[in-house]
């Protein structure tokens, strides 16, 4: 602590929930930081149990509180930046470059507002190098496409951690897209379309299993839901 101020990291976390996401589209129910933030750990998590489960022959496998704790602050940065639209983040590679270094030193701002003792510890989870903040090669691993990761059985638990936030978060999104058109909000149709089909192209055989046998469910109202839920339980 500097000054004997204060820490000031988790104060600064708990305003994810000023961040709205969405900016460029008309919602009919807005959706702030906070909550993209536990659905992508919620989702994280379970792809991270369903690999262990259903796929234990795939390697890596890795640790399901780590996958929380990954998802926890993957997009931590945007208390800093907001939610850059994604149609101006990856309108072309010299944006997305820059608003990756954009990202890292907002990583790295929120860091240095830990105590010295901690900042090592909490770095571990946020997606950069904050070490390393002038390489060229140092983009923000969380948002990148998915198909930059190569075999799954030849890549570290990190690397694979990133990725499974990753299709979290697109999860996430996806799951966002239908519940805005069963709202009768056509605004989200095409988000959904490209959204599903980045899913659908993903071989990851957990993501898979989630879009087959959990996704659907979304699609169900209340009492659906619950007598969906009865019938399984006969």
């Known amino acids: 602590m500097k000054n004997n101020c204060p820490v000031a990291f988790f104060a600064m976390l708990y305003r994810m929930k000023y961040i709205e996401r969405w900016g460029l589209m008309r919602n009919t129910e807005k959706e702030n930081l906070k909550e993209h933030t536990f659905d992508v750990a919620l989702l994280a998590h379970a792809l991270c149990e369903i690999r262990q489960v259903y796929f234990p022959e795939e390697k890596p496998q890795p640790d399901p509180g780590k996958?929380?704790?990954?998802?926890?602050?993957?997009?931590?940065?945007?208390?800093?930046?907001?939610?850059?639209?994604?149609?101006?983040?990856?309108?072309?590679?010299?944006?997305?470059?820059?608003y990756s270094k954009v990202e890292n030193y907002a990583i790295e701002h929120l860091l240095n507002m830990l105590p010295e003792k901690l900042q090592q510890r909490y770095a571990e989870y946020f997606p950069c190098d904050v070490n390393n903040l002038n390489s060229a090669d140092n983009l923000n691993s969380i948002d990148a496409e998915i198909t930059e990761f190569v075999d799954d059985n030849v890549i570290s638990e990190r690397v694979y951690l990133q990725k499974m936030v990753k299709q979290a978060d697109r999860l996430a999104a996806y799951i966002k897209c239908i519940i805005e058109i069963k709202q009768g909000n056509t605004e989200f149709v095409d988000a959904a379309e490209a959204t599903k089909a980045k899913l659908t192209n993903d071989s990851s055989p957990e993501l898979q299993w989630f879009i087959t046998n959990i996704l659907p469910a979304y699609q169900l109202n209340l009492d659906q839901l619950q007598v969906s839920q009865t019938e399984e339980s006969i």
């Open 67 to 98: 996958v929380v704790l990954y998802a926890l602050y993957h997009d931590a940065s945007e208390i800093i930046t907001g939610d850059l639209p994604t149609p101006v983040k990856y309108f072309n590679s010299q944006i997305r470059t820059q």
